[in-house]
């Protein structure tokens, strides 16, 4: 059974930074994309990053461009999002994701909601 689970959310000043850890359960994932997704309150949980299997290839929401940062550990099943130059508008719960099926490409997974999911953790940034 497949088990993820965030860690490094927390209150953060506006221009702020912090690092988002997923640790993945109950199998081998360094052939799964992975990724993060987020939800701010009243809104649909929406794409953020992902990274191909072999971290060969990113993709980004536009807005994070140029401020956030996907990468992973396949030896650890871990798969990190530094986050910088934080904004209010960042605030969210964040949810780690791996996708169901191989070699998914980091695009298709930022427009698939089938995925293997965690808990989320929660990131709130203070103007």
């Known amino acids: 059974q497949v088990r993820l689970v965030e860690s490094g959310g927390g209150l953060v000043q506006a221009g702020g930074s912090l690092r988002l850890s997923c640790v993945a359960y109950g199998g081998t994932f360094s052939a799964y994309a992975m990724g993060w997704f987020r939800q701010a309150p009243g809104k649909e949980r929406e794409f953020v990053a992902a990274a191909t299997w072999r971290a060969g290839s990113f993709h980004y929401t536009d807005s994070v461009k140029g401020r956030f940062t996907i990468s992973r550990d396949n030896a650890k099943n871990t798969v990190y999002l530094q986050m910088n130059s934080l904004k209010p508008e960042d605030t969210a719960l964040y949810y780690c994701?791996?996708?169901?099926?191989?070699?998914?490409?980091?695009?298709?997974?930022?427009?698939?909601?089938?995925?293997?999911w965690g808990q989320g953790t929660q990131v709130t940034v203070s103007s």
């Open positions: 994701a791996v996708a169901r099926v191989p070699y998914t490409a980091a695009q298709t997974m930022s427009e698939l909601n089938d995925h293997y």
